[in-house]
């Protein structure tokens, strides 16, 4: 099969490979479409503890059933699936209260287990036993189901945050997890939400889900406008939904007092050591959590959420490519202009 192999920072490239062999608890997926998440930019760009190269990454993906184990009952060849990424063990302290996401082994796909820019992916025991395999119905396309796995990242951080009816919410950064986040605020019962970004472009395309305010920090000072919006007092939730240590640091200033601030967005390892001022935190009395990834509860709501038509997925995708075009796609990627790059196999 061709497959996308990262063989070192940078270097990634489309090979033939051999077809994933499978056993008696095993399924092999044909895949149809994978999302270019900011993790795989990472990666790409600067590596990551769970990924050893050779590697092949990706994990929002979508394909259909071409072989199963004869052990394996919970799916059948033919059926119409989308994954998530992170696996849980199932026989840790935090898989067992159902938060698998912290998991301390934190198996995922495309970190540890092969992912799915290739022809075929394998998902072995562990991910067919404990880890987020939804159906996906006949009218949802493959590229609008690899989405799910983004959109149940996006369920897991807004209840974290403990969305309240009436809560104001600001998100930071307009990209496609920055949209997901708006319109899931609005339907949890948000009443403002704040959406702020740098790029004049990427706010303007953002318009279309839902946002009350668009603020762009070039033209004004972010920070001011969001106490303008709150009567003074800022936020109930602020939201990074980027990798930039600047928008964390903002984020403290912006919300109120009590309120709950996320860092969703991850930074590079690089740079990760962020300069706070924790008297803000102190003295305003804030809820400081982050978020990562998803379970696979989360991970069938988002898909039911798509199914049901309530989440239009069809506007978060701005470009599509073909797997042996991937470098193209991630070059595209790495501008941050439009929504979700998703990759689509040669045959299709």
Avoid: W
Wanted: with cysteine; net charge neutral; glycine share 8%.
């Amino acid at each position: 099969m061709k497959a996308a192999v990262l063989e070192d920072l940078r270097q990634m490239k489309v090979q033939n490979v051999p077809t994933p062999d499978i056993d008696d608890d095993s399924i092999l997926m044909k895949v149809k479409a994978v999302g270019i998440c900011g993790s795989d930019l990472r990666i790409y760009n600067s590596g990551n503890n769970r990924v050893t190269f050779p590697q092949i990454i990706g994990h929002e993906a979508a394909g259909i059933i071409e072989r199963v184990g004869k052990n394996v009952t919970k799916f059948n060849v033919g059926d119409r699936i989308c994954l998530g990424a992170d696996v849980p063990c199932g026989e840790c302290e935090f898989c067992e209260k159902g938060i698998g996401n912290n998991c301390q082994i934190n198996y995922a796909m495309g970190y540890q287990f092969p992912g799915s820019f290739a022809e075929y992916v394998a998902l072995n025991r562990k991910v067919v036993n404990y880890g987020p395999i939804h159906r996906i119905p006949d009218h949802i396309s493959y590229e609008e189901a690899a989405l799910a796995e983004p959109l149940a990242c996006v369920i897991n951080a807004l209840e974290m945050c403990n969305i309240q009816l009436g809560d104001t919410v600001v998100v930071i950064g307009a990209g496609p997890i920055g949209c997901m986040l708006v319109e899931i605020a609005k339907h949890m019962g948000a009443n403002k939400v704040i959406l702020v970004q740098r790029s004049k472009e990427r706010l303007k395309q953002a318009k279309q889900f839902g946002a009350d305010v668009h603020v762009c920090t070039l033209e004004e000072d972010s920070i001011m406008r969001v106490k303008e919006e709150t009567k003074g007092l800022g936020a109930d939730v602020v939201l990074t939904a980027n990798s930039t240590p600047d928008a964390q640091k903002m984020a403290l200033q912006m919300a109120k007092n009590r309120g709950r601030v996320n860092f969703f967005g991850g930074l590079a390892k690089n740079d990760s050591n962020v300069t706070l001022d924790t008297n803000l935190i102190h003295y305003k009395e804030l809820y400081v959590l982050g978020s990562h990834g998803s379970v696979p509860e989360q991970h069938k709501r988002a898909v039911d959420l798509i199914s049901n038509g309530i989440i239009n997925m069809k506007r978060y995708i701005s470009d599509q490519f073909k797997l042996i075009e991937i470098e193209r796609a991630f070059n595209k990627a790495a501008e941050r202009k439009g929504m979700r790059i998703m990759i689509r196999n040669d045959n299709e």
